[in-house]
């Protein structure tokens, strides 16, 4: 491939990515319904029809941020899986993984709290599927930290972690006075392990 082609296809994944940055803060400032492809082609610089060559409407866009955060919540988790051998450890990396993962997309958590509805039936079936596969990487831990819980007391437990962390971005956003990044990071962190470990 020529350079001018290497350079084009860069570019289009730049702005390929930009366009589901800016969706995404959008989305999460005023709802799904609340947001045309005009105004998201004015947040990154092209016209709303523009995003039909990256998008072919609003809702697949939505699907493609859900989708994107999904996979790489399950790629992430199994990563941590499978480099640590110690269930301690692993449990200290995924906490860690998700608490960055609140901070870094918080608009996409708050996306996916209001407009998870708005998905097209395959596209919400695809997110509900890999988000059961990555509480599945959370279980598979815990159960070896508490080898005599079953499996259904250990689903518990991992979604009252992720509700304790994925508040963060309403939290935060409803706050006046935001705790340091790194404050923020060392709370939630020791919360989750807290509760986890108890």
């Known amino acids: 491939m020529t350079n001018a082609g290497t350079d084009r296809d860069r570019a289009k994944a730049d702005r390929h990515a930009a366009i589901l940055r800016e969706a995404a803060t959008l989305f999460a400032e005023r709802g799904f319904s609340g947001v045309?492809?005009?105004?998201?082609?004015?947040?990154?610089?092209?016209s709303g029809p523009a995003l039909y060559r990256h998008f072919a409407n609003k809702q697949a866009l939505l699907g493609a941020i859900l989708l994107e955060v999904s996979e790489r919540l399950l790629a992430g988790g199994r990563a941590v899986l499978s480099s640590l051998d110690q269930p301690a450890d692993q449990l200290e990396a995924i906490i860690a993984f998700h608490v960055e993962f609140a901070l870094r997309d918080a608009d996409v958590i708050r996306v996916q709290d209001r407009d998870l509805a708005s998905l097209s039936d395959d596209d919400r079936h695809t997110v509900r599927r890999l988000q059961r596969e990555y509480v599945e990487v959370w279980i598979g831990i815990l159960s070896t930290i508490h080898p005599d819980r079953d499996d259904d007391d250990l689903r518990v437990r991992a979604h009252a972690c992720f509700g304790l962390i994925n508040s963060t971005p309403h939290t935060v956003h409803a706050s006046r006075s935001r705790p340091g990044e790194r404050d923020l990071r060392g709370i939630l962190h020791s919360m989750a392990h807290a509760s986890l470990t108890a």
């Open 36 to 46: 045309s492809l005009e105004d998201i082609g004015g947040a990154v610089g092209v």
